[in-house]
């Protein structure tokens, strides 16, 4: 099966949807860009691709890229836009924005989404807001329009970029209005037409998550103004739900927030409440861990889930583990040496051909732009992740299933998926007890020797996503094993290998944050805990949230702090096993307060 790159993905979804190239690139670039892009010719920035991908109704967080240093450092410079606003660094966040290019109607829309953002943050300033945000949303969606848009809503294709926007658009109307009935019954019109789409075209995927919480609340915000706070809780409720079956963090506060005082309106006593006891919980955590400047409730805002890599750091990498010399390389490639020397300190991006032909010559499988797996179905992606979503809350039966069905979609001729459908059977074998520990850490390890010189303990590259599982799971296998030290050991060598790239760990949160969670528990200090954590408000995802709070717990009592203290860690981690659906580790911590400690919980 030949590799797919994000172009020819799109380019199959858009065909499979019956959709037209006229109708996909609408506002956001000419048809000849799109037809370039899918023939894999056009570079296209991260967030083009993102709002092509949305519009087909698909998430890119599926997706581990492969990125040259001036499309990551547009990522960054968005970041830092952002970060500057939140900080409130006003000339800092303008300066950043006059040089933002403006090379397509994706980059205009984006300043004017930003500007939106920070006269509202800085200045509270709604009004002004507001016409920025119509500019931003006139640019590509370029006849749209509130009266004709409820006839012409579902004849749109619109990405979850843009219709934050709408719901930004909401919010500063319903903001300075908030005493006009009659602006508030329109932005509740819109806002449900908003839902409906959202419902209709973002259903099962985790962007429906994300923007199902953001719409949800602030229609509930529209509900609890008119008093009518039964409906606040059933739409907070089901943006919570969503929320809490995706493991996402980001978000869930402010939900929590609306649902607690709708509960106090109607008289329902707190001690009685489990979403009190949420809202407690993650606002002290959020309070006295997070930074002081992260977003609770930007409508901007989302968990970073995607992982990057650079191209010149790939290809440095792979040529010294193979003890190659740059001329080596070069030969039949470049030109000359000084050429590659370019592409491997990231000055120039090799172009997709060339990129190919580096790989080919050191046995690489991987293109510029890969998913967890090689296919091209979306399904089979969000397969994967589902096995990964089974494993982590230790549901090991469904996860043997999926993997099998993961086995029959995959072409396993291609060695990165093998690896995978190997890994996961190993992994459920061993944890159903139908594997010694011996064997499986045996299969481990030759599943790794294609990237991890064991002798050396150095790898042939910064470890990808799939690599990183591997990595793990022998770890964990050695400490079984009684080999503690060999593990933490390889942990240790893991981590930093991961801290030395160019890239930030929050852009590697899936890869790195798995890792460092089974570190801690094994060795990790009450710093690195926080450290943790931190990552997890940081990144907006609540993967090993949980985890990393039984982490802290379990420091706590080995440093002998008194049990009054670690009883109060014990219930928030039960609370937070169970708002996110750990039932396994909920039911231990249930099990342990209640007959341990004599502590009731909800």
């Not at 489990?274 to 977003?295: M, N, R, S």
């Not at 599982?469 to 964990?476: A, F, G, H, K, P």
């Not at 007959?595 to 009731?600: A, E, M, Q």
Request: aromatic share 10%.
């Amino acid at each position: 099966m030949e590799f797919t790159t994000i172009g020819s993905l799109i380019r199959k979804i858009r065909r499979s949807k019956h959709v037209t190239r006229k109708e996909l690139s609408y506002g956001v670039c000419s048809e000849h860009v799109l037809q370039e892009l899918e023939a894999d010719r056009y570079a296209a920035d991260v967030l083009m691709l993102d709002i092509l991908l949305q519009r087909l109704g698909q998430s890119p967080d599926k997706f581990e890229m492969v990125l040259g240093s001036s499309l990551f450092n547009m990522v960054r410079l968005r970041d830092l836009i952002s970060e500057a606003v939140y900080r409130r660094k006003r000339n800092l966040a303008e300066l950043l924005l006059r040089s933002y290019p403006s090379r397509t109607q994706v980059d205009e829309m984006y300043r004017c989404r930003m500007n939106a953002f920070l006269v509202y943050h800085m200045d509270k300033d709604c009004a002004l807001a507001a016409k920025h945000l119509q500019k931003s949303i006139a640019l590509t969606l370029p006849d749209y329009s509130y009266e004709p848009f409820y006839e012409q809503m579902e004849n749109h294709l619109i990405s979850a970029v843009e219709l934050e926007n709408l719901l930004a658009l909401e919010r500063m109307n319903i903001e300075r209005n908030t005493g006009d009935s009659h602006t508030r019954e329109i932005s509740k019109r819109h806002l449900e037409l908003c839902l409906d789409y959202i419902e209709k075209h973002f259903r099962g995927d985790e962007e429906y998550a994300k923007l199902l919480s953001k719409c949800a609340w602030l229609v509930g915000d529209i509900c609890y103004l008119e008093k009518d706070y039964v409906q606040v809780m059933v739409f907070c409720k089901k943006g919570i739900d969503e929320l809490r079956k995706n493991t996402i963090l980001y978000f869930m506060l402010p939900l929590l927030k609306l649902m607690v005082k709708s509960e106090a309106a109607l008289g329902i006593a707190p001690e009685q409440s489990k979403w009190v006891q949420y809202y407690d919980i993650l606002t002290f955590l959020w309070e006295g861990y997070a930074e002081k400047w992260y977003p609770t409730d930007s409508l901007f805002h989302n968990c970073y889930q995607r992982d990057y890599h650079l191209d010149h750091e790939l290809i440095r990498s792979e040529r010294e583990a193979h003890s190659m010399t740059q001329a080596q390389l070069a030969e039949g490639i470049y030109q000359n040496t000084e050429s590659l020397s370019r592409a491997e300190t990231g000055k120039v991006s090799p172009s997709k051909k060339t990129f190919e032909k580096m790989m080919d010559k050191l046995g690489l499988e991987k293109r510029r732009y890969n998913g967890c797996v090689i296919t091209n179905s979306f399904e089979v992606m969000e397969l994967k992740r589902s096995i990964d979503g089974l494993l982590m809350r230790r549901e090991y039966q469904k996860a043997r299933e999926a993997t099998q069905r993961l086995r029959d979609s995959l072409d396993l001729d291609i060695w990165e998926n093998m690896m995978v459908v190997r890994l996961y059977e190993i992994i459920t074998a061993k944890r159903l007890g139908e594997m010694p520990l011996e064997e499986a850490y045996i299969k481990l390890k030759n599943l790794a020797e294609r990237f991890l010189n064991f002798e050396e303990r150095t790898f042939s590259h910064i470890p990808m996503r799939n690599e990183v599982l591997v990595v793990n799971n022998i770890c964990i296998t050695l400490c079984s094993l009684e080999r503690k030290d060999e593990a933490i050991d390889l942990f240790r060598i893991t981590l930093e290998r991961i801290k030395n790239s160019k890239i930030q760990i929050k852009y590697r949160y899936r890869s790195f944050q798995i890792l460092f969670n089974n570190y801690i528990r094994e060795c990790g200090t009450m710093q690195d805990a926080l450290e943790e954590l931190q990552i997890e408000f940081l990144c907006g995802k609540a993967m090993e949230f949980s985890l990393c709070m039984n982490n802290i717990l379990q420091i706590l009592s080995r440093n002998n702090i008194p049990d009054d203290e670690c009883d109060i860690w014990a219930k928030a981690t039960y609370y937070m096993f169970d708002l996110f659906l750990f039932e396994s580790d909920k039911k231990m911590y249930k099990d342990f307060l209640e007959n341990k400690r004599g502590i009731k919980v909800l």
